[in-house]
T-cell receptor
């Protein structure tokens, strides 16, 4: 089966840097994504890594190491509005199918940013 | 584009009643997903469609749940009869088929269902 592990909660102060880790076990890995969800809102896409290395998008960066089945989301210059839940998700192939549209989401990490 | 549109935004019903949730995906998207989110179980994939065809419904809890996608611009998730444990936020999402775009799912605002 497939599984993803990420910390349940992280707390940091405004202006700081925080890293949210994600380890996964899955077959037919096709990429690691990150989504943000504010309380009462819908998940929104943040970033995606298909290959090893770091992807940077403004204050957010995402890293992937396929050999370690590990990735992380790095948030810099934290702002109060970054308080939200962050989900990692892996894309995998359906068994007995060439279809790879399915994402498996982790349980989410709740980030609390304090003044 | 207006994004993924779900209706209703809130639904309160009594146990045993039928509930129908609706979703309009982003025009041109090839995949449509139905998720359920609760504090206890997190974000669960219920079923997804590719080009209107159901691909994987292994996440559908039981026979009380059914989903249809009669055309590329509309899908429904039906619960009959509803039970209090079905109370959750139900999200619809859509994505494109092409390569890395499959990793980018666009979520609707969700339907908050309360079954009394």
């Amino acid at each position: 089966g497939q599984s993803l592990e990420q910390p349940s909660e992280v707390t940091a102060v405004e202006g700081a840097i925080v890293q949210i880790n994600c380890t996964y076990q899955t077959s037919g890995f096709y990429g690691l994504s990150w989504y943000q969800q504010h309380d009462g809102g819908a998940p929104t896409f943040l970033s995606y890594n298909a290959l090893d290395g770091l992807e940077e998008t403004g204050r957010f960066s995402s890293f992937l190491s396929r050999s370690d089945s590990y990735g992380y989301l790095l948030l810099q210059e934290l702002q109060m509005k970054d308080s939200a839940s962050y989900f990692c998700a892996v894309r995998e192939r359906e068994r007995g199918s060439s279809n790879t549209g399915k994402l498996i989401f982790g349980q989410g990490t709740t980030l609390q940013v304090k003044p | 584009d207006a994004g993924v549109i779900q209706s209703p935004r809130h639904e309160v019903t009594e146990m045993g009643q039928e509930v129908t949730l609706r979703c309009k995906p982003i025009s041109g998207h090839d995949y449509l997903f139905w998720y359920r989110q609760t504090m206890m179980r997190g974000l669960e994939l219920l079923i997804y469609f590719n080009n209107n065809v159901p691909i994987d419904d292994s996440g559908m809890p039981e026979d009380r749940f059914s989903a249809k996608m009669p055309n590329a611009s509309f899908s429904t998730l039906k619960i009959q009869p509803s039970e209090p444990r079905d109370s959750a936020v139900y999200f619809c999402a859509s994505s494109l088929e092409r390569g890395g775009s499959k990793n980018i799912q666009y979520f609707g605002a969700g339907t908050r269902l309360s079954v009394l």
